[in-house]
């Protein structure tokens, strides 16, 4: 069967090849060194692929199957999702070791005992351990090592604890009553897992 990997964009082809699956056409992409920035993969079943080094930037690949996926690298060189959309995605268990995260879509990803060890996931700030992660709120809400996000809003945990009120208020028009009803929760959740 011929698959095809397209942009999201303008479904321009990026990659083509005969074979027997997607995940298999996505190896031999990235094998053969194809960049894959902005590829439309969503929902893809890519469960233990592997993608070390890919140039996955600003891809699609919400709802995506990357659990036991390997998007490392040897030292600073792993994948490259920054701006991907990951979304949904399942990341349990894969190793995005020294993989570059920046400003990926990383709400509702699944990413339970993911090896993040080194990843990067803004402005060159690095993780050793995979966040906790609180969804069923109004914002989904990701605890790094020492930053949190809440929506779309990433500071500091020291940050998120010094802000007064009318900076949480020109966050959002709801963010003070959410920051109020969950800011002693959110912050004890994180000083008791050793993230400060």
Known sequence: MNFEIKTRDDASVLFSMETASLKLAVEAAIKSGAHLSGAHLSGANLSGAHLSGANLSG??????????????????????LSGADLSKANLSKA??????????????????????SGATIRNGITVKRAPLQVSCLVWPIIIWDSHMQIGCEFHS???????????????????????GAHKAALLALAKSDGRE
């Not at 190793?95 to 993040?116: C, E, F, Q, R, T």
Request: proline letters at 0%; a negative charge; charged letters at 10%.
């Open 59 to 80: 891809a699609h690949l919400s709802w995506a199957h990357l659990s036991w996926a390997h998007l490392s690298g040897a030292h600073l060189s792993g994948a490259n």
């Open 95 to 116: 190793n995005l070791s020294w993989a570059h995260l920046s400003w990926a879509h990383l709400s509702g990803a699944h990413l339970s005992w993911a090896d993040l």
């Open 157 to 179: 945990i020291a940050e998120w604890a010094a802000f007064d009120d009318e900076q949480i208020a020109g966050m959002h028009n709801d963010a003070l009553r959410f920051w």
